[in-house]
């Protein structure tokens, strides 16, 4: 199982910016914190919550940009990362606002429009009003949007915890500036400063080609001659076990050793940041790449504990129990995660591997029919002649299998 490839939008604006040394600020970038960003509204009510969510979700299930883009706050996002008043007094943040707002909901659509989104609930906590979705597609990720109101008074998105990367976009992305260019953005910058600020900015636009462009291996080869400064930087560190999970599955799919290079990636990542918010998601890969599914189980039990609970999650558990060869907790688990989810064919897959396996025909007539009903998968009538079907193809079962087969094409 791969992580879910969602990209924090941290390279957009720094790919683009810093072509020489800022005057000095009257308020220094640097010094900012979270506690100094804009605060959300709060007067928003659970139905405006609630028809938020429908729409968002729906932007990205039916792949409709415009929409998409229409439920951001662009400037309420910026001012989350640096306040208005700190960009006002800054040249190089003035144009990164700009550069911000011609790009970002055009990218952040694009990371996010090839996985189903359903909302799972809306709460509020200290911050504001939030709606936790969650996301799947190459694997499962959850995502918390902070709503508040646009000038117009419209309830937009202005900020969100990504659960893969385990940052908010606001601090991901102040917290890159100010690790690896404070001189630049302060004006503080000497010449050396500068030279230095500006290569990490060549190099943060290099590694964005790469991992957008799916070069994972020239990533990796490009990661490790990093300085050390670089290398240890948060969201960098995050792309890497991206990339390096990414290689590690290409590999094992291939035949070949992985040579660890996934597990040093996040271990070395879990030795960085032992209190990340995203160590359950990497955790899942890390175990199910090691086989160690009891592991597994316990780090999708935080897991659900963390987001307040999700059905899709007995996929996960059904599918670490499948492998342990316990299709007697297995079936259960994803019998459950089938009736929440219906449609992942993942869901279908796993149990279908269990029924051929245990002859049980009827069982296997019902995932087969079901799976094609609530999924986009259409199966070949005879299987293509697969020898694990062979049973299957011999039974009573199979000629309900071929009237639904028959009707499917009319």
Known sequence: MQLQRFVSILLIVVSMLFNACS???????????????????????EAEAKEFGRVFAAALNKQLPVLFKNRLDVDGMFYRIFPKRVVDANRELKSAKSTWGARVGEQLFQNMNRTHVEVLRHFKDAEGTKIRFRMVGEGISYMDVLLSRNSAGKVRLVDYLDYVSGDTLSESQRRLFQQLMPGL????????????????????????????????????????????????????????????????VERSSAGKATEGVYAKAVDEYRMAHPDASNLELLLLDYYFLKEEYKKVLDVVDQLDKRIGGDPYLNLLRGNAHYLMGDNEQALPLLRLAEKACPWDADIYNTQLEICIEEEDHPETTRVLIAMEENTDTEMDENFNGSEPFKAYRNSDEFPKWQAHVKKRGN
């Not at 914190?33 to 709060?42: E, L």
């Open 185 to 248: 953005i302060s004006g503080k910058a000497s010449q050396a400063t500068a030279k230095e600020e500006l290569v990490n900015v060549k190099n943060l636009k290099l590694l964005g080609s790469l991992f957008h462009s799916g070069q994972y291996n020239k990533f990796l080869d490009e990661y490790s001659r990093l300085s050390v400064r670089m290398r240890s930087q948060r969201s960098i560190m995050h792309l890497r076990v991206v990339a390096a999970n990414s290689v590690a």
């Open 23 to 45: 005057k000095k600020s009257k308020s220094d970038p640097t010094k900012v914190t979270q506690a100094d960003v804009v605060k959300p509204a709060t007067d928003i009510t």
